[in-house]
């Protein structure tokens, strides 16, 4: 199982990727990964997205197949994007446990963060020293499946700029209701930090669900030149994180034929 950190990266190239290795992990030629990445300020459109949910367009927007309505990315916020194949427990609970990384995580930074009924994504009270007050939306979560490997997934407010919201209403609900960590803690929160403390619950929670020949997707193949060059740019920079190289080389020379759009 593999956690690679991206840095940041626009979000068009990501998008490329992931649809890339989805076909990759349903050939077994790659193992189920997770991608963190931080985007520069876009806008996305998932499949209930209505154009009156965006107020004033102050960033590109891309319309994407992942569940869900619109939302922002940008620069301070923690986005993540597992390739995981979860034929052996289906979405209802694959989308659970990926709730479950996040309010483990936040746990880590005295934050109890909660599931909304009728709604998806991690939730956290106004006022979370007292456990009251109106509940405010950490993170969001909008995931993509195909044959059954996932892709998109989910976004978590570190040291996000919330006025960015304003431009959009984020899963048809008002500005308002975002909140993030620095917002809580009322300070700024090392991102690495927090990616190793979410790498650590992600290892944690899915290790248990995908790990080992139950995680495989059926009909394996031989390793490709292209799963090895994969490999090859992995460089062990953090005992809980593998950092990709960020030679932008490697994806954009990854080959066009496993980059169409037929999802």
Not at 81 to 86: Q, R, S
Not at 96 to 111: A, G, M, P, R
Not at 147 to 163: I, P
Not at 223 to 247: A, F, N, Y
Request: hydrophobic share 35%; net charge neutral.
């Amino acid at each position: 199982m593999k956690i690679i950190d991206l840095g940041i990266k626009e979000y068009g190239e990501v998008w490329e990727l992931q649809k890339g290795l989805v076909l990759d992990r349903a050939q077994n030629i790659i193992s189920n990964t997770l991608l963190l990445v931080e985007h520069p300020h876009v806008i996305t459109k998932g499949r209930r997205s209505k154009n009156t949910d965006i107020v004033h367009v102050n960033a590109p927007v891309f319309e994407v197949e992942r569940g869900g309505e619109v939302t922002y990315h940008g620069p301070g916020q923690l986005v993540g994007y597992p390739i995981v194949y979860i034929h052996r427990f289906g979405v209802k609970k694959y989308m659970e446990l990926l709730e479950e990384v996040v309010i483990q995580t936040l746990k880590k930074f005295d934050i109890h963060g909660e599931r909304k009924a009728g709604a998806t994504g991690v939730w956290v009270h106004s006022h979370p020293e007292r456990s009251e007050g109106s509940l405010k939306k950490i993170a969001s979560l909008g995931v993509a499946v195909k044959k059954w490997v996932t892709y998109h997934g989910f976004a978590l407010n570190v040291n996000t700029d919330l006025e960015y919201f304003k431009m959009i209403r984020p899963c048809g609900f008002d500005a308002s209701v975002m909140t993030s960590i620095k917002e809580i803690l009322q300070r700024d929160v090392d991102m690495q930090e927090i990616k190793r403390e979410l790498s650590y619950q992600w290892k944690v929670i899915f290790g248990s669900w995908v790990g080992g020949a139950e995680g495989e997707a059926p009909s394996p193949r031989p390793q490709r030149t292209r799963g090895r060059m994969m490999e090859s740019v992995l460089q062990r920079q953090d005992p809980e994180i593998d950092v990709l190289s960020s030679d932008r080389s490697f994806i954009s020379g990854y080959p066009h034929r496993f980059l169409r759009d037929d999802f």
